[in-house]
């Protein structure tokens, strides 16, 4: 997928296919153990497997990772149904939601709503570039007015992660 504009090339979370497996596998095995047992006990039936065939498809709906993707001046997230667009150099507000997981709330001038956990960005250093990129020219114009410390933490947890993997990829750690 390529910048809106049709220029260039996008970021794009380079685990979502890995993401992907994961879900399929966590859904998948406990429909085969399901039927398996049912088999083995002769309680199998078309109800049955109606329903184990459903509440593995719901298990797969939740776990279905959300991808996301960046490029210039924009950042996506996709997921089953539905995408959700930013515009990066028109952010007004940047949110950094604890809880259960943590999320990274991006909101626009044009009404536009990402949510995504910011271990993606951790994980994908092209993805995190095009958003820094466009937040800073945001703040410069003076549009992005609540979250630049959100994105000051969130930068100096890409530092420490960058400083971790030079270690350890030369052997100092």
């Given at each position: 997928m390529g910048r809106p504009d049709g220029s260039g090339?996008?970021?794009?979370?380079?685990?979502?296919?890995?993401?992907?497996?994961?879900?399929?596998?966590?859904?998948?095995v406990p429909l085969a153990l399901l039927l398996l047992v049912d088999c083995a006990t002769g309680r199998l039936t078309l109800w049955r497997t109606a329903l184990w065939f459903a509440l593995a498809g719901l298990l797969f709906l939740?776990?279905?990772?959300?991808?996301?993707?960046?490029?210039?001046?924009?950042l996506a997230c996709r997921r089953v149904v539905h995408e959700q667009r930013v515009r990066t150099d028109l952010l007004v507000s940047v949110r950094c939601l604890d809880?259960?997981?943590?999320?990274?709330?991006?909101?626009?001038?044009?009404?536009?709503?990402?949510?995504?956990?910011?271990?993606v960005l951790v994980r994908n250093p092209r993805l995190w570039?095009?958003?820094?990129?466009?937040?800073?020219?945001?703040?410069?114009?003076?549009?992005?007015?609540?979250?630049?410390?959100?994105?000051?933490?969130?930068?100096?947890?890409?530092?420490?992660?960058?400083?971790?993997a030079v270690f350890t990829a030369s052997g100092l750690d």
């Open positions: 090339e996008a970021a794009n979370n380079l685990e979502w296919a890995r993401e992907l497996r994961s879900a399929v596998r966590c859904a998948g939740v776990l279905f990772p959300a991808r996301v993707s960046a490029g210039g001046n924009w809880g259960i997981s943590q999320r990274l709330l991006l909101r626009d001038a044009l009404g536009g709503r990402v949510g995504i956990d910011p271990e570039s095009c958003l820094n990129e466009g937040a800073q020219k945001a703040a410069d114009d003076g549009l992005l007015l609540c979250g630049q410390t959100a994105l000051r933490r969130l930068s100096a947890r890409m530092d420490r992660e960058t400083a971790r």
